[in-house]
Each structure stands twice: as structure tokens, then as C-alpha cells.
């Protein structure tokens, strides 16, 4: 095993616990090789989890603060993230695959979300509604009580924070379901909780299988809302159990996000956008520019510039890649990684062409090698489905409204890009893309200030930003009648 600690548990109430559910094996994606075990709940851990987010909530500890209090706390578990950075990033890539710099990318993103909500906490405020002499009316956001959040195993780290942020400042109790691939770092969650401060039970963490402990946690008729960031088929199960208990969720799903380059973009700035958009984090990306919808006349030297860049980068162990630069780790399991390869070949056999990578490299863990294929056209699979890897798909058009067409013309709609010199279309096509974020000449684009979520498939809701306040409060409107 490696030099981490070698069982992990969940924190319920305020304390470390076994898993009625036995122990799950964690397994480093740059080896293959077991680094730790970690403790799985079962349906009555999660209901244990719920009840004491449900006494917290009840008990006023987090509701009857002063929200500015509430803040600082929030504040001060993006501080020890933070300080922390040294210590967790390690397990991170251990447990995740990706490069040491990736990771440390990933908590200081994480840290950002808690800077961000601690600094929103006070700022959610009601109106006064006038209805005349005779009346005082005003609306007041409640806290909606337990949340239950759900995280996929792509950032573990930065997913959990997202929506734990913004769920504390707002003054709700938390349950928070961790990736069975990489749950461990969630751990220092629940220590920079205590670090900070937070009341017992605002915080409750635990891992277990999505058929049982995330199913237990997204039926439990005590929670109060629901944050799931994953797949379609699991999103739609979700939402089905929110429905029964009339409870709202927001659902992040998956993408197949296309960049249109015009033929007076800036093809070498727009190489370093590859870089980031398909092979960051080997791609397992849910914004992903898993497609690349090129004019006719740049796309040859288009196709040459990525070929060339995916050929220059580094890709092994993420513990061995500390600094930034042209490097990639592994996937994080082999069925992952099989998955992305066969789409390849499928996409091989409907015609496309592989220009470069396409294949499980021959080493210990679960890597796949850069990919680009050209000749895809629309109505491939690949051009349709997520791969989820560092696969990037490109395809030609000829006219504006045709790349539009293609931009849109998949099930999903998360975000979208459009890179040229001129205003005038790069506004047209932001207005045409349907897509719940633009980037215009730089993917990737925006912060946790500007609202995420998506259009179509991609699910509903919207997390970042001011928008994901409203996620976790409801409003109370109080009419006085005047004597
Ligand atoms: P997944 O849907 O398999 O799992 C996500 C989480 O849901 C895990 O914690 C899992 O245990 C749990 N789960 C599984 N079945 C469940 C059930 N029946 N009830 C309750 N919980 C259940 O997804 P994944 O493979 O972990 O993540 C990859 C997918 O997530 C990709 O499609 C990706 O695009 C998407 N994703 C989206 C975003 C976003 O913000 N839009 C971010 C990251 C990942």
C-alpha cells in the first residue's frame, strides 16, 4: 500500500464511523495497485446521517446565526483546504489519477467556492412587497433544511465543495454521498468543518454504493433537497425519488460540448483551449470540448496543431507530474478507460479517422493516450454520445448556420464555444448555441461568480454564481394586517 492512511471512515454527527456496508478497496489509477480502504454506508447510516443533519437544523445552530458568522465558517474551510494543500493533494492523485498540479488546481478550486459562499452568506435578502395603508408585507429566504448531495468521482474534491459551500452559507445541514472510485479526500471536509467551527451534524460524509447508500439518501423522506452531479441514467433516477418525496433537485449531467472555430479564429491561441478543454483531466471532464466544429479552410491545420499537441504530451503517473505543463495522468478505472478506447474504434469502424492516440497504453494503470479523430461527421456515435476521456472529435463545416446546426443537434446542451474575430457572429452564435454557458474565445471562460448548469440533457438547475443560493433556501412571504 502506499504511504497514506489505510482505512478511511465516514463522519456522521460529528464523529469518525465504520460502514454498515464493510469496506471498499481504493485503487491508484497511475498503478493499478490498492492504496487504501474506505468505510461504505448502508440505509441506516444514511438515516443516521439524516437524522443528526435534522437535529442541527431543528436545534437553530446553523439557522439562528447571524449569517455573517455562518460566512466566516464557510470561509474558513476553503482557509484549511488551503492549509492544508500539501497533505491532501497527494491523496488526491493518488486516489484520482490525475497530476499532482491538477490536483492542487482542484483545492484551490475548492477553496474558491467556500471564499466565494462565505462571502455570499449575508447578502441573501428579502423585499418588502407595498400593498397599501393597510398592510406590511415582507419575504424572508428560509433554509431548506437537510440537503442531500450526491458527488461523481471526476473532482471529488471540488464537486463536494461547490454545493456544500453555498448549501452551509445559506444555513442548511448537509449529507453528502462520495464517488466509490476516489471517496477518501472528502474526508478533510469533515475536518475543516470541526476546524472551522460548524455545529455537529452539519456536516455528515459518507461513502457507499450509489444502488444503496445513494439511493437511500435521494428516497429518504427527511431530506429536504437534492444536489446530484453525475450521469443521465442516475440523474433520472434521482430526480424520479425527489419526485416522490416533492422535493426539488438540481440535476448536472453530461455534455458532449463543441467548440466552433471560424476561419478568422486565432488557431494558435486556440491550441492551448485544447490543451485544457479535452485533456485536462484526461478529459473526464463534464464541459468538456469533446468536439471541435472547424471551418473548412482552417480545419487541416487545425487537425495538424492538436495532432501535434496531443503527440507532445506527457502522460503517466500523476505523482510523478508535480508542475505545471504538457503532461496527463490516468483515467480512473480500467472499465473507464475501455469504454473511451471501444467508443474509438467504434467511431473507427463508422469512418472516422484516428490522427493520433486511440490506444490503452502498454503500462501498469489506466491510461489511454491522447486521441484525435477527424472525418466525423454528425451522425456518428462519437459525435453523439461522452466518451469521458481525452478524446477530441473534430468535424467540418462550411456555412455559420450549419455549425450552429451541429453544435446543437446533440441531446445535451451544458456549454458551448465560438472563437473568431468578429463580434458580430460571436454574439449571433452565443444566442443561437443552446447551451447554459458561452465561452467566446476562451474555453473554459468564467468562475465560481458565473452560473453553470445545463440545457437538454444535461439536467437542470444551476450551481455557481449567485443562482445556486436559491438551490438551498425557500421563500416565505409574511403579510401583517395593520390595526
Ligand atoms: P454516476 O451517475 O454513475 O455516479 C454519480 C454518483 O451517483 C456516484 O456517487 C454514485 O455512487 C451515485 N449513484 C449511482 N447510482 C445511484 C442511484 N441509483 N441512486 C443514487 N445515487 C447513485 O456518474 P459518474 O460515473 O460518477 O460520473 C460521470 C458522469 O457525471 C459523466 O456523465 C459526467 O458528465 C457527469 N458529470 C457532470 C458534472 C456537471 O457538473 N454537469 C460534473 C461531473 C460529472
Known sequence: M???????????????????????????????????????????????????AGQCHESGALTDMRPVERGRMVRAMGNYLIENIDEIAPVLTLEAGKPLWESRIEIEGAARYFEYYGNQAETVEGRSIPLGAGYFDFTTYEPRGVSAQ????????????????AALATGNACVIKTPELDPLTNRYFALAAEAAGLPKGAVNILCGHGHEAGAALSSHSDINQIVFTGSVPTGVAIATAAAQNVVPCVLELGGKSAAIVHDDADIDAFMNDVRWGIYFNAGQ???????????????????????SLAGELSVGPGIERNKFGANMGAMISESQRD???????????????VAAGGHKMNRPGFFLEPTVLFGVTPAMTIANEEVFGPVLSVLKFSSDEEAIRIANGTPYGL???????????????AKQLRAGQVFVNEWYAGGVETPFGGYGKSGYGREKGREALWNYVQTKNVAIKLG
Open 415 to 429: 456549454v458551448g464555444g465560438v472563437f473568431t474575430r468578429d463580434i458580430d457572429r460571436a454574439t449571433r452564435a
Open 2 to 52: 502506499a504511504d497514506i492512511r489505510p482505512y478511511w471512515q465516514n463522519y456522521i454527527n460529528g464523529s469518525f464511523v465504520d460502514g454498515g456496508a464493510g469496506r471498499i478497496g481504493i485503487d491508484d489509477p497511475g498503478t493499478g495497485e490498492r492504496i487504501a480502504e474506505q468505510a461504505m454506508a448502508d440505509a441506516a447510516d444514511v438515516d443516521r446521517a439524516v437524522q443528526a
Open 285 to 307: 471532464v463534464c464541459s468538456a470540448m469533446s468536439r471541435v466544429i472547424a471551418h473548412e479552410s482552417v480545419h487541416d491545420r487545425l487537425v495538424e496543431g492538436v495532432v
Open 339 to 353: 469504454r473511451a478506447a471501444g467508443m474509438v474504434s467504434e467511431a473507427q469502424r463508422e469512418g472516422a479517422i
Open 150 to 165: 450526491i458527488i461523481p468521482w471526476n473532482y471529488p474534491v471540488e464537486m463536494t465543495a461547490r454545493s456544500l459551500s
